[in-house]
Structures are given as structure tokens and as C-alpha cells.
């Protein structure tokens, strides 16, 4: 029964914590037992990151980008205002989960596509589930959400209810069939989250930040499991950026700086991403034809070209000799700043080819930058983050089941994992979350050293001191062991005592290890 489920675990302590939930399974009552098995159905499935953020700031577009194929429907129509869960599957296809449980299979339109329209009810939809052959979906499941905070209140209720924050959902709304709405939001929210934003969302936009949460199902993101995307760095307008010396990127990346400073440390990093060009250059949809139309307008006379390109109404309507039909097209695709990245390309090298053009677009579109952070912080470290969600929801299982004994009995179990060394990295990334949420609160230079040390597995890097010998290393956190467990007796209050002891250990195992690899090498 376990082999098959424990070798997609993402590691050992995804392992640690599903061991939990088998052992538990005697323990508690049929309803709890139920939860235990979705969260370790949940454990053994790729880490699920949420996409969330205001309608239009180009989610869709982003999750296309990412699975390289223009599957999600953007703009407008049905699907964007519902929940779409893309997970890999051998064979290509569409499922439309109910309400009440049934589903109903749906081949993708002949371009590959979700059909706009479903043909069933809408009010019945839980959510879609897109299966599909794509290598990026062997480690993350993505999920996009209708815009949470949208104007249609229930898009923003259904993206919710899918994400787990269970707030909308009415008593009879339980979809899984073996649980109720408050057990099962809390094994079906997301591991990870993607907050996109665009420049006109100011980073203390309340909304923006309740979403937050809402995507999480009220479980803390913070640095281990969340990353924000400053979508559409293309539309920022360089002058209105000191510094950014008429460079649309380097405008970009100050307002990314700036945001990651308001939102630090509730995401890891804030990355600046053109998701349309990323969308464009990385599913095929840029032609040799589209090559070809931008060959015909570098023939018009600069002064007219350039008058063409300050908006989107003059460069269709412009008397040009390139189809309309063709400009159109163009604009969807690249949009102005594309449309002039690839025509600058061209100038420079008039011979280039579509493919050629294609690669410079996805260089233009930053993605690689966003696709590094996402394996950086999310895939290389699923098993921490994994395990967090699942013991949280074992823990929120157990709340709801109202029986005092089961919860003692579940309590103490989770405790006991906590107590072993193997599992310590859990309980460091549990403190991590409670400062960087701003739940605990610590001075400055202490929250960034709880940080750093939570942040990374990497044992210089969790020091601070890339490339120092090892000595200097466990001298260090020895020094830093002993100041921790003094704070935890002195000084801090009864919160930050109990964080405190969380460093304090971690400090002492990472100087332990460094002693042992030391005995080792010798
Ligand atoms: N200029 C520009 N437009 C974009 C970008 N990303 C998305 N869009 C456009 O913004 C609109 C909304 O995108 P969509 O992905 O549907 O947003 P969602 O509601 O958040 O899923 C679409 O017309 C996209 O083509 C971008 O990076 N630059
Ligand atoms: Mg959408």
C-alpha cells in the first residue's frame, strides 16, 4: 500500500510527515481518517502553486508561458472566471469537476485550447482540471484562479471555495464526497503561492495583500512559499522611473526593488516578467508569416514607422502596406514593446529568422529569470514545503473534528515528529513563517538572521558566509548557538523565546554537522 505513494514523496521529511498521517490513522475518528488520506494523497502529488492576483493582470498568459502551450483561456469568457487546475497527464485532456462530485471529460479545441464554452452550468462548476504532457508539470501543479478581488462576486467566491479559504462555501457545498467544506479546504489549498501583479497595484493595495492568504487557505505564505511577479514590465513607462535612463528593464526592475521591499518578507522575491512575450516565443505562436509582416514594415520611412508605434490605434489604422489583419495580429501577440524589440532586431540584423526572432523575444520576455526563481524556491525545496502544508492541515483536521482527546492524541504526535533532528527543519521553517509573517515579531537584524537561517538547506549560505573555511564556519555557529539560547532565556518575550529555541538548535545541529563532515574528511 505505501510503496507506490512513497516513492513520489518529495523527500525526507514529506516522508517524516506522511509516516504521521498512516500512524494517525487508527488514532482518530472516520471523518479525521478521510482528511489523513487526502493529505496523503496531496503529499505524494508535484507541489501546488497557486497564480493569483487582480483579474487581468495576466495570469492566464503567465501559466501559458510557463506550460509552453496557449491552453489557458485569457481576456475574456467563460473559463477565465473559473478555477483551472493543470497537473501532467499521458493523454491530453479537459475535465469539468462538479459540485457535487461528477465530472465530464471535454477534448481541447482543434488550436489547442480550453473551449471557451462548456456547455453545462456554470453555477454547478467546482473547477477544471487540464491534464497535460508537459515536462513542467512533472514537478509544479498550476493553478489559475479568476482574479480573487474581482468585481464578479462569484468568480472571486469560486476561485476561494477552489483555493481552500472555504470562506464562501455554504454548509451543503462539499464537493470532495468524503469530506466536509471545512476539512476539505483545509487539505485542498495551495502548497505555494504566485502572486502576479502589475505596476498599477500599489504593493499596499489591502486587496492585493488579503489574496494573500485567501490563496493559502489562511495558511502564512511567506519567503519559503511564496514569489511575486511584477507582470507586464513592457507597459511601465521608463520616465516615470529615477534612474531608469529611458530603459523600460531597468524601470522594471527598480519598481520590482521597490515593491519587494514593501511585500518583504511575505514573498521571496519579486520578479519583472513580459508574460505576453513569454506566452508568444514560448508557445509557438510566433510565425515566420508574423516574421515576415515586420520585414514589410521596416520597408516604410522611419519618421512614418516610428509615428505608427506610439499607440496601439495607429499602428492598425495607420495606411501602411502590411494587412491589417497581419498588424492586428502582431499587436495580440507582442503588443508595441514587443513589436519594436523584434523590428530593433531586425535593423541590426536584417536576415535574422523567425526562430532566431522567436529566441530573442523569450531573452526580451525575462521569463528564464522567473522560471530559475520558481525551480530555486519552489521545486529544489517542495519537500519542506510540502511537509509544512501537510502537517498544518493534519493540525487543522483535527481542530475541526471538535473531539478533545483526538486532538490531544494528534497534538502530541505532531510534537513528537518535531522533537527528532531529522524533522527540525520543519519546525525552523514553521518559525520562519511566524516572523517573516510578522505573526512573531523580532527586531529587524534578528527577524533577517531567522530568515536566513530558515530560508536555505545551504549551510554557508544559512551563515552568511559563502566560501569560508570550515573551522571559521563551526566556531561561528557555536557563537551563535549560545547567543540564541541566552535570548531564549532573557530578553525576548514568551513568542519570541520559542523561536529563539527553534535557532538556537539549528544553529547547534548545523555545527554538528559541519564536525561530523569534518570527522569524516579526516
Ligand atoms: N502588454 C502586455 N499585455 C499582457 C501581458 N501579459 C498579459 N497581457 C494581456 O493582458 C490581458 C489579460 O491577460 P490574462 O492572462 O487573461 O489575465 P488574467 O485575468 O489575470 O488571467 C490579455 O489581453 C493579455 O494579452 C504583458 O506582459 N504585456
Ligand atoms: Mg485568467
Known amino acids: 500500500m505505501t510503496s507506490s505513494t512513497e516513492q513520489q514523496l518529495a523527500g525526507p521529511l514529506s516522508e517524516a510527515v506522511a509516516d504521521l498521517c498512516q500512524a494517525l490513522r487508527s488514532q482518530v475518528g472516520e471523518h479525521t481518517a478521510a482528511g489523513l488520506r487526502g493529505v496523503l494523497r496531496r503529499l505524494s502529488?508535484?507541489?501546488?502553486?497557486?497564480?493569483?492576483?487582480?483579474?487581468?493582470?495576466?495570469k492566464s498568459t503567465l501559466v501559458n508561458a510557463l506550460i509552453g502551450r496557449r491552453v489557458a483561456a485569457t481576456d475574456v469568457g467563460e473559463c477565465t472566471r473559473l478555477v483551472t487546475r493543470f497537473q501532467y497527464g499521458t493523454t491530453d485532456r479537459v475535465e469539468v469537476v462538479f459540485r457535487d462530485g461528477r465530472t465530464h471529460t471535454l477534448p481541447f479545441e482543434a488550436d489547442g485550447t480550453i473551449p471557451a464554452a462548456l456547455g453545462v452550468d456554470l453555477a454547478e462548476v467546482s473547477h477544471l482540471e487540464a491534464y497535460l504532457t508537459s515536462a513542467v508539470l512533472r514537478d509544479l501543479t498550476v493553478v489559475d484562479t479568476p482574479g480573487l478581488g474581482s468585481p464578479d462576486a462569484a468568480s472571486a467566491a469560486r476561485a476561494e471555495a477552489a483555493l481552500g479559504s472555504g470562506r464562501h462555501r455554504r454548509p451543503d457545498d462539499g464537493a470532495d464526497g468524503e469530506l466536509d467544506p471545512v476539512s476539505a479546504s483545509a487539505v485542498a489549498g495551495a502548497e505555494a503561492v504566485c502572486y502576479v501583479f502589475t505596476q498599477a497595484v500599489r504593493a499596499d493595495d489591502q486587496q492585493a495583500l488579503a489574496a494573500f492568504s485567501a490563496a493559502t487557505a489562511g495558511r502564512e505564505a511567506g519567503p519559503v512559499n511564496a514569489i511575486a511577479v511584477l507582470n507586464k514590465a513592457d507597459t511601465v513607462a521608463p520616465e516615470s522611473v529615477d534612474g531608469a535612463d529611458d530603459d523600460v528593464w531597468r524601470a522594471a526592475r527598480s519598481l520590482a526593488d521597490r515593491q519587494l521591499t514593501t511585500l518583504k518578507p511575505r514573498v521571496a522575491t519579486v520578479v519583472p516578467v513580459v508574460g505576453l512575450l513569454a506566452e508568444t516565443a514560448e508557445s509557438g505562436e510566433f510565425t515566420s508569416a508574423d516574421a515576415e509582416a515586420l520585414r514589410q514594415l521596416l520597408a516604410l520611412e522611419p519618421t512614418v514607422l516610428e509615428t505608427m508605434?506610439?499607440?496601439?490605434?495607429?499602428?492598425?489604422?495607420?495606411?501602411?502596406?502590411?494587412?491589417?489583419?497581419?498588424?492586428?495580429?502582431?499587436?495580440?501577440?507582442?503588443?508595441?514593446?514587443?513589436?519594436?524589440?523584434?523590428?530593433?532586431?531586425?535593423?541590426?540584423?536584417?536576415?535574422?529568422?523567425?526562430?532566431?526572432?522567436?529566441?530573442?523575444?523569450?531573452?526580451?520576455?525575462?521569463?528564464?529569470?522567473?522560471?530559475?526563481?520558481?525551480?530555486?524556491?519552489?521545486?529544489?525545496r517542495a519537500d519542506g514545503i510540502k511537509a509544512v502544508a501537510?502537517?498544518?492541515?493534519?493540525?487543522?483536521?483535527?481542530?475541526?473534528?471538535?473531539?478533545?482527546?483526538?486532538?490531544?492524541?494528534?497534538?502530541?504526535?505532531?510534537?513528537?515528529?518535531?522533537?527528532?533532528?531529522?524533522?527540525?527543519?520543519?519546525?525552523?521553517?514553521?518559525?520562519?513563517?511566524?516572523?517573516?509573517?510578522?505573526?512573531?515579531?523580532?527586531?529587524?537584524?534578528?527577524?533577517?538572521?531567522?530568515?536566513?537561517?530558515?530560508?536555505?538547506?545551504?549551510?554557508?549560505?544559512?551563515?552568511?558566509?559563502?566560501?569560508?573555511?570550515?573551522?571559521?564556519?563551526?566556531?561561528?555557529?557555536?557563537?551563535?548557538?549560545?547567543?540564541?539560547?541566552?535570548?531564549?532565556?532573557?530578553?525576548?518575550?514568551?513568542?519570541?523565546?520559542?523561536?529563539?529555541?527553534?535557532?538556537?538548535?539549528?544553529?547547534?545541529?548545523?555545527?554538528?554537522?559541519?564536525?561530523?563532515?569534518?570527522?569524516g574528511a579526516a
Not at 502529488?45 to 493582470?57: K, Y
Not at 525552523?428 to 510578522?438: F, K, M, P, W
Open 45 to 58: 502529488a508535484p507541489l501546488q502553486v497557486a497564480v493569483a492576483g487582480r483579474v487581468s493582470s495576466g
Open 309 to 380: 508605434l506610439v499607440s496601439a490605434d495607429l499602428f492598425t489604422t495607420w495606411d501602411a502596406p502590411v494587412p491589417t489583419a497581419a498588424r492586428m495580429r502582431l499587436l495580440e501577440r507582442l503588443d508595441l514593446y514587443g513589436i519594436r524589440c523584434a523590428l530593433a532586431a531586425l535593423i541590426a540584423e536584417p536576415n535574422l529568422a523567425a526562430g532566431e526572432l522567436r529566441r530573442l523575444l523569450l531573452d526580451a520576455s525575462g521569463l528564464a529569470e522567473l522560471r530559475g526563481r520558481l525551480h530555486a524556491v519552489f521545486t529544489a
Open 390 to 519: 501537510a502537517l498544518a492541515s493534519v493540525a487543522a483536521l483535527s481542530h475541526a473534528s471538535g473531539d478533545p482527546g483526538e486532538r490531544q492524541r494528534v497534538h502530541d504526535a505532531i510534537e513528537a515528529l518535531l522533537a527528532k533532528p531529522e524533522a527540525h527543519q520543519l519546525r525552523l521553517l514553521e518559525a520562519l513563517t511566524l516572523v517573516s509573517s510578522g505573526a512573531v515579531t523580532m527586531p529587524d537584524d534578528l527577524a533577517e538572521e531567522v530568515l536566513r537561517v530558515g530560508a536555505t538547506p545551504d549551510v554557508t549560505e544559512q551563515l552568511g558566509m559563502p566560501g569560508r573555511p570550515r573551522q571559521e564556519l563551526a566556531a561561528y555557529a557555536l557563537e551563535r548557538a549560545g547567543w540564541w539560547r541566552s535570548f531564549a532565556s532573557f530578553g525576548a518575550t514568551p513568542a519570541q523565546s520559542r523561536v529563539a529555541h527553534v535557532v538556537h538548535r539549528a544553529y547547534f545541529l548545523i555545527w554538528q554537522q559541519l564536525g561530523e563532515q569534518q570527522g
